[in-house]
């Protein structure tokens, strides 16, 4: 004779309990920062500008960074920049991006300039 066996429930009470746990450390493991912003313009309709104020060329490559034709260190941008046009209240600058630019090559340089304040900056897109 065959003895018949009741299946037991599943009892749900200690998924529960592990779920609630790993929610409970993935809120406390993650941070809940915010992070920096860049703003970007788009560019306006050309007009007549004054011509006493000299432009700056940025050229941006993946490796390469280049102020007016003469290689520049990232961390060295400030001062390249405070060397340039003194007296000028504003420095237009034109940010040209290589084809080999990554998103956040552009954002690190993008908050470097920012951070130099008198600077007015136009990115140049392919």
């Known amino acids: 004779m065959r ?3 009741r299946r037991r429930r599943l009892s749900m ?4 309990d592990v779920i609630f746990l790993l929610l409970l450390f993935f809120m406390l493991s993650s941070t809940f920062s915010r992070f920096a912003e860049v703003e970007l313009s788009a560019a306006g309709a050309g007009g007549a500008g004054s011509d006493d104020v000299k432009r ?3 050229q941006l490559g993946e490796e390469t960074l280049r102020v007016n034709g003469q ?7 400030p001062d390249t920049f405070a060397n340039l046009s003194p007296e000028a209240e504003t420095l237009p600058v ?3 991006l290589r084809d080999d630019v ?3 090559r552009l954002t690190d340089v993008l908050v470097v300039l920012r951070g130099i304040g008198r600077l007015s900056i136009s ?4």
């Open 13 to 16: 009470t200690s998924l529960i």
């Open 3 to 5: 003895r018949r066996t």
């Open 56 to 58: 700056s060329f940025l």
């Open 102 to 104: 990554t998103a956040q």
């Open 123 to 126: 990115v140049l897109g392919s």
């Open 71 to 77: 290689d520049v260190v990232l961390g060295a941008l």
């Open 94 to 96: 034109i940010v040209s």
